[in-house]
């Protein structure tokens, strides 16, 4: 149980303290965006590289390290994004009176290069992971991509909360594709799978008898929990960027929840 309770505490750690560093990287000033996301390219390609020596062997400290590494994946993928560098063909507002579907396809246009370099990279770590021992890293990597593809649908639908203090202005226009509303139909489908899946992985974890596993399965399974209760975030009034205030812009007074994730 010690293994199975810091094997939690890695998860929360790792994703508080890597999405308030993306956070703070992407508010820095816009003229450093192009050093910082170089240096955070040669860190993504270094990362992949050591997802490849890490699935050889299910052992403790290869799990968690494929879980960092998977991370760090990720991480270059928001900052891509949230400056600029990987986005969409799409840099406007959506038009006013657009219908769900128009809205969903338009959205989709905003940030398509984004997706489609993430469904590469989830074709990358499926490839470098196939019958290996460790799949630390791919589970995590999945479980983000389907999280974040399930808040995504839900904002275009319509959600109650979120933070546009934390988008910078160059994606202003992101904004008018999420309408505000108390609930949206996919919403409860949303938490209850999400739900579920948390408990699959963390009961599978927690009836098996190896290590290197039950590691992987808690760390999938508590990002599937944390990416549920950002879920949550969205429609709940709950100040969630008090857990970034370290991090996030400084915008002087605390600023209203109105604004979007990537």
């Known amino acids: 149980m010690n293994e199975f309770a810091l094997a939690l ?8 303290f890597s ?17 910082i996301f170089a240096c955070a390219t040669a860190t993504m390609f270094l990362a992949f590289y050591g997802v490849e020596f890490t699935v050889s062997e299910s052992t403790p400290q290869n799990v968690v390290l494929a879980f960092c590494l ?11 994004y949230l400056m600029g560098f ?22 989709l246009s ?18 470098i992971s196939w019958q290996q021992p460790n799949q630390a890293a791919l589970w995590t990597f999945t479980v983000l991509w389907l999280m974040r593809w399930s808040s995504k649908l839900n904002l275009v639908l319509g959600v109650r909360n979120y933070n546009q203090s934390w988008l910078p202005e160059r994606l202003a ?9 108390l609930l949206n139909p996919l919403f409860p489908f949303s938490v209850v799978s999400g739900l579920l899946v948390s408990f699959f992985l963390i009961n599978s974890a927690m009836h098996t008898n190896e290590l290197g596993l039950m590691i992987s399965l808690t760390l999938a399974g508590a ?8 879920h949550l975030f969205l429609m ?14 400084d915008q002087g007074p605390v600023a209203t929840k109105s604004g979007s994730q990537s």
């Open 110 to 127: 905003t940030c398509l290069w984004h997706e489609l370099t993430l469904l590469v990279m989830v074709l990358v770590l499926t490839w």
């Open 19 to 35: 999405t308030g560093v993306i956070l703070w990287l992407v508010h820095r000033p816009e003229k450093q965006h192009r050093i």
């Open 9 to 16: 505490l890695v998860a929360l750690t790792g994703w508080w």
């Open 236 to 249: 709940a009034p709950l100040r969630d960027a008090a857990l970034w205030v370290w991090a996030a812009p």
């Open 223 to 230: 990002i599937a929990a944390l990416g549920t209760l950002e």
């Open 173 to 181: 226009y992101v904004h008018s594709y999420i309408p505000r509303r």
């Open 70 to 80: 998977a991370l760090l994946i990720w991480g270059w993928l928001e900052m891509g």
């Open 86 to 107: 990987v986005t969409g063909p799409r840099k406007e507002p959506c038009p006013d009176g657009a219908t769900t579907a128009s809205r969903m396809r338009l959205g």
